[in-house]
């Protein structure tokens, strides 16, 4: 093989790379501004669909007639009325939304195992069994049994799903769903 049949058997090698990599960069930009648009992410066998299942929780929320929590500022100050949990949780969805989105069901857990507690009834270890006691007990409407479900479900996409990135709009969505079930609970006594 002579150099010029080299060379160009060398230039057709790497034709396609070189412009894959050209239009790589190129539209950089345009490709990272539609990322946050992904609704639906498909990774081998596993299908992660964390928008539109939070959607579905919102509905079941809606449907199970669950007190609406205030609304949310997204930005540096929110509003005086919001609780110290609530703050907290927003401020650690911006730094971690998947750390906002554990600690809110774990606020949850807590608030459901002390509600059986204070009724005198010991709580399952299991949550979806202490959310079965709590439904029979009449601690949590039957209609918002699902909802929780569909919560830990997202909880555990959140946890456990690495290969998709949960923004700060959809943490706090989740957040306040908790939250909406959270209040459907009975209230503490106050001291």
């Known amino acids: 093989m002579d150099s010029r049949s080299f060379l160009s058997s060398a230039v057709q090698s790497l034709a396609w790379p070189t412009a894959a990599v050209i239009i790589a960069i190129l539209f950089a930009g345009p490709i990272k501004r539609l990322i946050p648009l992904v609704r639906k992410l498909k990774w081998k066998e596993l299908e992660l669909d964390f928008a539109e299942k939070l959607e579905k929780a919102e509905e079941e929320a809606e449907a199970a007639e669950l007190p609406p929590t205030p609304l949310v500022a997204v930005g540096a100050h ?43 009834i010991d709580a399952p270890a299991n949550m979806m069994r202490m959310l079965e006691v709590a439904s ?38 989740y957040i306040e769903l ?14």
Do not use: C, M
Not at 92 to 119: C, F, M, N, T
Not at 149 to 168: C, K, S, Y
Not at 182 to 187: F, T, V
């Open 78 to 120: 929110e509003a005086a009325n919001v609780g110290n949990e609530r703050h907290y949780l927003i401020q650690l969805a911006r730094v971690s939304p998947r750390a906002a989105i554990g600690e809110a069901w774990r606020q949850l857990e807590h608030d459901v195992r002390e509600a059986l507690k204070r009724k005198g």
């Open 136 to 173: 029979k007990n009449q601690l949590l409407p039957e209609r918002v049994t699902g909802l929780v479900a569909d919560l830990r479900g997202l909880r555990n996409q959140a946890v456990h799903g690495l290969d998709f990135e949960i923004d700060l709009p959809r943490a706090i969505e």
């Open 178 to 191: 908790v939250e909406r079930v959270r209040a459907a609970l009975p209230p503490k006594p106050v001291p």
